[in-house]
């Protein structure tokens, strides 16, 4: 299937909106659908899409992974309960993290995400609920990136001739392909979401297993979870496009106490962009990079070394998994 993408200043937003309602219904008919929540701006249009379209028939559920920010599921099943949306929360640590135990390679981590999504966690919802769709939140720039082989995004399945129906017995509607992240903030504000949703940082599919390099450990994982918290609090105010922590593999030298501390490196990284198909790193002040250091070498046990990214998207990319 060929994907043509509308551009922002071609985007208005109430026609899509209508459109995309109108789709979803005619597609689900008056059967059942679940919808995958993770708490960013493109999984969110798609929840308040896919609500307009089929209320109740809808289904939505946040999938709790244990790669998640610190407090996510919590805060996004009572933003939405705001909002009049009921989100079940579905615990699933244990089926990735098991999936993930002992893998290093970024591309193997990745399909380990996939399958764990598709295969065991939707498989088994979508059996249990008897729906037979689901809606997510995939967008232009996710399929882009696939199919240019820069890296393997884990909502791609028809781009690549998976049938999502015949692996995992139901179809994937996909309302916001044709958009790139600005122009899904422009719809979220006007589907009414708060700013705190529609204008928050970019978070990747694969949630914290994509922002380290190596093996994924209950106790990796904390570590970076720190450090996002810290690297969000901190840079909030920036203006920025994205802003992240990267956990590295190796362990470094530090000291602490006139004696050796050999512990983690983290990697920020800040980015300006308007469409993550190129990006140039922020030019903090050092005050604020010397805040940062400080914090993460305090606050998260075991960092000795903080690291500020300086090379554009390409080569680099926005995400470093």
Known sequence: MEVKEIRLEDLDTEKFIAKKVDEISSMVGEGLAINALS??????VVTMLGHRALGDRLKTCFVENGLMREG??????????????????????????????????PEEKREAITQSFYRDVFGDLVRESGARYLLQGTNYTDIEETVAGVKRQHNILEQLGIDSEAMYGYKVIEPLIQLRKTSIRQMGKALGLPEVIFNRPPFPGPALAARIIGKVTPERIDAVRGATTIVEEELADSGAFQYL????????????????????QIEVRCWESEDAKTGSPTRLSFDVLDRLAERMTTEVPSVVSVTYNITKKPPSTIEAV
């Open 245 to 264: 922590a990267i956990l590295h593999e190796d362990r470094v030298v530090g000291m602490r106490d006139g004696k050796r501390d050999f512990g983690l």
């Open 72 to 105: 996510e599921p919590e805060f996004i099943v009572s933003l939405f309960k705001d909002m009049g949306v009921h989100v079940e929360l579905v615990d699933a640590k244990e089926t990735f993290l098991n999936s993930l135990k002992g893998l290093d390679d």
């Open 39 to 44: 708490g960013g701006v493109d999984s969110a």
